[in-house]
């Protein structure tokens, strides 16, 4: 009984058989050399992790973490303990001692010299400037804008009386009389001369020739 896999290569068609040589010479001794490197490096992992990793870690753990850690448990957090309550109580003395003076002080002495000088300095000072503002708006601001305003006002209805209508006048009296003229001397010589010449041209001149033309084109037969 022939073999398998020779009856599967003697199946394979002719252009696959170079694919297949170059997988075999390229690909297999890559494949061959990984297979290598990993068995080989097996042994190597398992030494370096029993005798370099577990090791510095047992190190690492007795050397610094316990120690780390008891330090910390038996001095460091201890004394901060010691610190913090002792920076409280004096803290709380400090404030006991010092609450009753201050608040003694804000209420007999800051709060009375505030009210005092906001009475008898920044409320007549703010009344006195809102007074003075409203002096210089009303006998001041006021009068010379109402002056101002009719100044403006009587200037400008002075201006067009007095200029703006007399230029006005002028210009439609030469706009009537110039253009106006010149537009009535255009439309009689259209009326009187142009229009007339036109119809004695069209009647006298082309409609004989015209008809003559299609005269002619009627006797050659081309009309």
Same mark, same amino acid.
Request: charged share 15%; net charge positive.
């Given at each position: ?8 290569? #003697? ?88 609450? =009753? ?29 809102? =007074? ?7 006998? =001041? ?73 299609? #005269? ?8």
């Amino acid at each position: 009984m022939p073999n398998i896999d020779q009856s599967r290569e #003697s199946d394979l068609p002719w252009f696959l058989w170079p694919i297949r040589a170059v997988a075999i010479i390229v690909v297999l001794p890559f494949r061959l050399l990984f297979e290598a490197l990993a068995y080989l490096m097996t042994p190597v992992v398992w030494l370096w992790r029993h005798l370099v990793v577990i090791p510095l870690a047992w190190l690492w753990r007795h050397l610094v973490v316990i120690p780390l850690e008891w330090l910390w448990r038996a001095v460091l957090a201890p004394v901060l303990r010691w610190v913090g309550r002792g920076l409280l109580t004096v803290f709380a003395w400090i404030f006991a001692v010092l609450a =009753v003076p201050l608040r003694w002080l804000w209420r007999t002495v800051i709060v009375p010299v505030a009210e005092a000088f906001y009475r008898w300095v920044l409320r007549p000072i703010g009344i006195a400037i809102a =007074v003075s503002l409203e002096f210089v708006w009303r006998w =001041v601001l006021a009068p010379v804008g109402r002056a101002l305003l009719w100044f403006l006002r009587t200037g400008w209805d002075g201006a067009y009386r007095f200029v703006l209508r007399p230029i006005g006048i002028v210009i439609r009296f030469v706009w009537r009389w110039t253009f106006g003229l010149l537009f009535q001397g255009v439309a009689w010589v259209w009326r009187a001369i142009v229009a007339p010449a036109g119809r004695w041209v069209r009647d006298e001149v082309l409609r004989p020739a015209g008809a003559a033309v299609r #005269s002619a084109l009627s006797a050659l037969g081309l009309h």
